[in-house]
């Protein structure tokens, strides 16, 4: 496959983009929840265009600030220069952190975030002159697709052609009860080698918006802060409102060493990525020895236009008025949750915050290429719904301007086409039958 940008239909080369069975729409317009196709036709953005979009689309208060940010400095180097967004960004951000987050480094997207996070904690041991290069991870996590964020996720079919190059990741399953002994049986053995442990808090996104126990977690982390193992908690789906606090870190007893955000750091309007730690790894940077220094740098760290619309989106964020809207948003989900238990073929319908998701288990293929995304997308589409389920895990995140109305209309194209899906397997059943 190439990597061609086609002239009339510039889609790049995203996975997605790559494969013959794939369609484009072209979308020329954003508006609150709703994007806009080159016909005129609106399609609800019920998945947040990949996890982004916090306030919905093109909305007027950042586009402003990020107009007048550019009037005033849309750039500057980030070595021995600072300015003032990143500061003010900074200083609001550690201040809804756990209190021992108080330093923040930019990159300018998820996966480096990790990436710069991972690199920390390696070089801490380093920089202390102790060897430790073992990683600690969650089976099915997903943390980003540059070689290290690949390294500590999930290994598949994204990874295959890479799997000799990855590092050593000593990977556990997501926390149970069950699970809690074997768990600190294998934490404890690799301990001394441990760099550090990094994990999707509460929700694993990409590997199935699976969700587990915020106490399960916490005891973990416990075990870990026992151990001296450092932990990175990955916030860069969960942070900023979706999980209905403003941080995963806001259900947890134990606080992380270090943490990282994208995606709904500006709003969804522009890529910048945060990593932030503690003061005792800063420490072991901190020095006159230039060679102790953290070398990453990207050309667009903290790019001042980023962290002005950074600033925007947590002025609405913050506002009474979408704090409501997360809790009322929460609420609709949960009630549906219930309305969902009684579909047949639907299994563990669960929710958290304005995160929405079930499992879809008919006669089919099951895992991230079930046949059942691809139909279900195409469907929802047409009904002006923009839905588009991991294989058969289908979810909905609405951006927190969302009304009523268009969480109701969502609900009811679920429905219908979960419904439809039964019959239609049903009837295909049916006919195998009668050739056998
Ligand atoms: C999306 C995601 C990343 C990677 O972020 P990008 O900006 O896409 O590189 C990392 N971690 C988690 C948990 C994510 O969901």
Known sequence: MQP??????????????????????????????????????????????????????????????VYQQLQTLEQVIFAGFTHPGAIRLSERLLGLLPENQTKVFYTDNGSTAVEVALKMCVQYGHNRGIKKTKILAFKDGYHGDTFGAMSVSERGQWTAPFSDMLFEVVFIEPPTAENFVQNIRILEKHAAELACFIYEPLVQGSGGMRMHQAGELSRL?????????F?????????????????????????????????????????????????QIYAAFYHD??????????????????????????????????????????????????????????????????????????????GYFSPFADWFSREALARQVLLRPLGNVLYVLPPYCITDDQLTRTYQVILELL???????????????SVE
């Not at 080159?38 to 982004?52: F, K, P, Q, T």
Request: proline share 4%; charged share 25%.
């Open 231 to 279: 932990m990175i908690q990955d916030e860069v789906f969960v942070g900023f409102g979706r999980t209905g606090r403003l941080f995963a870190a806001d259900y947890l007893n134990e606080s992380p060493d270090l943490m990282c955000f994208s995606k709904g750091l500006t709003g969804g309007t522009m890529p910048l990525g945060i990593t932030t730690c503690t003061e």
């Open 4 to 65: 061609w940008i086609d002239r009339d239909m510039a889609v790049n080369w995203h996975p997605y983009s790559q494969m013959k069975t794939s369609q484009h729409v072209p979308i020329v317009r954003g508006n609150g929840a709703y994007l806009y196709d080159a016909n005129g036709d609106r399609y609800l953005d019920m998945i947040c265009s990949w996890w982004v979009t916090l306030h919905g689309h093109a909305h007027p208060y950042i586009a402003r600030r």
């Open 419 to 433: 419904k439809e899906r039964s019959r239609q397997e049903r009837r295909d059943e049916c006919d195998a039958g």
């Open 221 to 229: 982390m416990r075990r870990c802060r026992e151990l001296g193992v």
């Open 289 to 366: 020895d230039k060679m102790r220094a953290l070398f990453h740098g990207h050309s667009f760290t903290a790019s001042p236009v980023a962290c002005a619309a950074a600033l925007a989106s947590l002025d609405i964020l913050l506002t009474v008025e979408t704090q409501t809207r997360i809790q009322q948003i929460s609420d609709r989900h949960r009630d549906f949750v219930d309305v969902l238990k009684k579909i047949p073929g639907v299994e563990n319908p669960r929710s958290i915050g304005t995160l929405l998701a079930l499992d879809w288990v008919g006669q089919e293929k099951t």
